[in-house]
């Protein structure tokens, strides 16, 4: 049978309640009568056989591009980027997409007789990757071939001589990449698109830049002005990094981008009531999601965090094209918003979802407050296209714990970020003035270079995400959130879902209508 | 009262409130959404797959051995005659027979020799043996029922069958598609012929009789009475044979046999031959003729009951 598509529900009387994220825990709450519900379309068909697909792809690229084996000879320098353990969410069954991909790379560059072959990990200000996670994301093949020999890089933002100034745009924006890369004679991208943002020209121009040329891009006017930032024909993040990358291909460096989609097959069987519709709960769902969530509320909430964080998911690829940036990534898109597009009639003045216990910067880690924000109001907020969800001075609630816990190891600007910076104000455009200090202090460049910590600018842009819903929302509630931290974060703080509303009607006034964002599945509103 | 209401009160009963409501209970359906027809594989749908597994097969065979062997030959006695026909039979072969009760199956399974009874399904009415899912898990598992669509041509049910016969299980069907109401031949169906036709497989015509009086189809208990299996010589297409008339050679043949029970193989033979064999429809008359008409056959026991039990 083929996937249903997305839809809206309308919530009445004999609806069940509806299943809401709530950190590492789900709950069950009863909306109006009247609601709306968003659904999204159930997973496509993966691909019958990827490694074939995935050669198919590089023998028959797309746009302008020659077969990747043309591309390939003895003596030249090879560079393999791949995006990082950002992607997907969560961390996929192995063998991961990387792996199937870069082994077939290999191959060729094998065939080919390339001994000048370089592995990188495309982090930009992200955290370096731990051995067991690149093992993960490339196999243990790739990975025991290059990483002994020093060939398996992390891309470092910070090291003066690993990064090259390619110039700037006709905008004024700096462009400054790895230099392997860029020096090489030939870079192949290896991507996972999750969702529309991703690939493209950001995976070069983002993935393996410096913060030099991301502060062009990544600040709260751009992202005030990307509506929303999933839609490529209205976001000016995804204007500026084609510029970048346009830049970066007249600078002479030449791109093989390799892009992935993967279908919304989530979690694996212990938790698929997560994926179906309430009213199609089976007994096993129903069984399922009761001991699932009992054992959770009882679990102690470091170890509930290690078996969520444990979770392997499903994912199977649905697409795979190769060839010139631009032409792969129409297709790429295209084969989103296949997977994730859900049409909506018109905007709501409540907007409810419930955040999961991951978002693409806590993989294997803590969701910190800001995060929580950051996966609220930039990453789901702007899962739309044409309007938001949620009408201009409308509400947002949110359903999540946010504790007041911070990984030290991974956050620590975030930290002082949350200490500093938002006790002094929460406005996106007014905490630019302590950008640079934190992207510039050398003990936070230390961990990044060294450790296992987010680059110091990071929470900066985490709380720019926000920036156009910060804008656009009358208020911000989340239920069940710890106090101080949402009180920190500017939001209110609700007990209850019914509080909330209640709450959310004093700034929308009486009779609201109320949308729920339900996730997982990831999907995209496409708002008319 | 339903298992979650007792279920409810036993709760109460000892004081130990639970949460109610879903996802205790099941799911209400939202009344703006169509509910689609539940997908509850029943019917033809049923898959059968899992009883002609190994474990299966040994249940059954247990089962059949010993349980309904025994009990079958205590209530029917069955005389059986041309079992040594199955000698010239290639296996696996669609054993034909008419059908009169629900005691038929076990009557012909327990009289097959071992090698074929342990690796026969049987066609079963999916509309009446697998409209529920217990009935379906019974019978797939005690006589390796199969769902068979008899009121219209199911492709599923023809290749399912078509498919169990290449992989080598014999086929036990009855060609009228149901039990006689009143003793007599029903008009036969296609299906026995196409999937001789189909599979290349040889027929093997049986005749039963004296299960009528066991169980009819509208009887209530079991009774006691002598039963005879005929087997009758394999039937294989002929070169250019269609269905529809090797459909009708069968039905011709299974009358035949009928004649025989009720008189002698020469007399039988000698009218086959004359084409006088008498219609085993029976009579074109009311039903008590038709009935009367019938009579018994050499070696029944009389049932003095046996009028009530068709009032009954």
Redesign the interface.
């Known amino acids: 049978m083929s996937p249903r598509p997305g839809f809206v529900l309308e919530v009445d009387r004999s609806t069940p309640p509806t299943l809401f994220w709530h950190g590492e825990q789900f709950v069950l709450e009863r909306l109006p009568a009247g609601s709306r519900v968003v659904y999204g379309p159930e997973p496509l068909a993966p691909l019958a056989d990827p490694v074939a697909a995935i050669r198919h792809a590089l023998l028959h690229p797309l746009g302008d591009a020659a077969p990747l084996p043309a591309l390939l000879r003895p003596g030249m320098r090879l560079t393999i980027a791949f995006d990082d353990v950002s992607l997907p969410l969560p961390p996929m069954r192995r063998p991961d997409v990387r792996q199937l991909v870069v082994e077939q790379v290999l191959e060729l560059a094998a065939a080919a007789g390339i001994d000048d072959v370089v592995l990188i990990a495309a982090l930009a200000l992200h955290r370096r990757m731990t051995e067991a996670e690149l093992r993960h994301a490339l196999g243990d093949r790739v990975y025991d071939a290059f990483a002994p020999h020093d060939l398996l890089w992390q891309h470092d933002a910070e090291d003066p001589d690993g990064m090259v100034h390619l110039g700037v745009t006709d905008q004024g924006e700096d462009v400054e990449i790895n230099r392997r890369a860029a020096e090489s004679d030939l870079l192949v991208y290896v991507n996972i698109n999750l969702v529309a943002m991703d690939g493209g020209h950001k995976s070069v121009a983002t993935g393996l830049a410096s913060y030099r040329s991301l502060r062009h891009h990544h600040n709260a006017r751009t992202m005030q002005h990307s509506r929303s930032f999933m839609d490529q024909h209205r976001s000016e993040l995804h204007s500026s990094n084609w510029r970048m990358g346009r830049h970066i291909a007249a600078s002479g460096v030449k791109v093989f981008q390799i892009e992935t989609t993967l279908n919304t097959d989530t979690f694996p069987e212990q938790f698929r009531f997560l994926q179906r519709r309430e009213w199609e709960w089976t007994v096993r769902d129903r069984a399922s999601f009761l001991g699932a969530s009992r054992s959770l509320e009882l679990t102690p909430p470091r170890l509930a965090r290690q078996i969520l964080h444990g979770v392997r998911s499903p994912h199977r690829m649905t697409s795979v094209q190769a060839g010139e940036v631009e032409a792969v990534h129409a297709r790429t898109t295209e084969r989103v918003y296949a997977q994730q597009l859900v049409p909506v009639e018109g905007q709501t003045d409540i907007l409810t979802m419930g955040l999961p216990y991951i978002c693409p910067y806590n993989v294997n880690s803590v969701m910190n407050p800001i995060l929580v924000a950051c996966l609220g109001l930039g990453y789901f907020f702007n899962m739309y296209r044409g309007e938001p969800l949620v009408r201009q001075g409308g509400v947002l609630i949110l359903h999540h714990p946010t504790p007041n816990e911070f990984h030290p190891g991974h956050h620590p600007s975030y930290i002082d970020f949350f200490e500093q910076v938002l006790t002094e104000t929460t406005d996106p455009l007014s905490i630019g003035k302590y950008e640079e200090s934190f992207a510039t202090d050398p003990w936070y460049i230390h961990l990044y270079r060294t450790g296992h910590a987010y680059h110091g600018v990071h929470p900066f842009y985490m709380w720019y995400w926000c920036a156009h819903a910060l804008e656009h929302l009358g208020a911000v509630i989340v239920v069940g959130g710890d106090r101080e931290a949402v009180h920190r974060l500017g939001f209110r703080r609700a007990s209850t879902l019914a509080d909330a509303l209640e709450m959310a009607r004093d700034v929308v006034g009486p009779d609201p209508t109320l949308t729920h964002l339900h996730s997982p599945p990831l999907l995209m509103a496409d708002v008319t | 009262m339903t298992l979650p209401d007792t279920l409810a009160r036993l709760r109460s009963r000892t004081g130990r409130a639970r949460p109610s409501g ?3 209970s ?8 169509e509910r689609p027809a539940p997908q509850r594989a029943l019917g033809v749908d049923y898959d059968t797959d899992w009883a002609r597994r190994y474990p299966a097969r040994f249940v059954r065979a247990m089962l059949l051995d010993n349980v309904t062997r025994p009990l079958t030959h205590a209530v029917a006695t069955p005389t059986v005659e041309g079992l040594e026909l199955l000698e010239l039979v290639a296996l696996p072969a669609i054993f034909v027979a008419n059908h009169s009760s629900h005691v038929d199956t076990p009557v012909l399974l327990s009289v097959l020799p071992p090698r074929v009874r342990h690796r026969a399904v049987v066609a079963a009415a999916a509309d009446h043996f697998f409209d529920r899912r217990w009935k379906g898990h019974l019978w797939a598992l005690l006589l390796g029922a199969l769902p068979i669509e008899r009121h219209r041509v199911n492709r599923r049910s023809a290749d399912l069958a078509a498919e169990l016969l290449l992989e080598g299980w014999n086929l036990v069907i009855y060609p009228e598609g149901g039990r006689t109401p009143d003793g007599w031949f029903q008009e036969f169906r296609g299906g026995p012929a196409y999937l001789a036709v189909r599979t290349g497989r040889p027929v093997v015509p049986v005749h039963l009789e004296g299960t009528y009086r066991i169980l009819p189809k509208e009887g209530d208990r079991l009774r006691r009475n002598s039963t005879r299996v005929t087997f009758g010589l394999p039937m294989v297409p002929d070169d250019g044979e269609d269905a529809r008339h090797f459909g009708a050679r069968i039905e011709t043949v299974l009358g035949a046999m009928a004649d025989e029970v009720r008189s002698d193989w020469w007399s039988a033979r000698r009218r086959a031959a004359a084409g006088t064999t008498p219609s085993p429809r029976g009579p074109v008359a009311g039903p008590w003729r038709r009935s009367w008409a019938l009579g018994s056959a050499p070696g029944d026991e009389v049932d003095e009951r046996r009028w009530a039990l068709r009032r009954g």
């Open positions: 879903f996802p205790w099941a799911p209400t359906w939202p009344g703006g959404l």
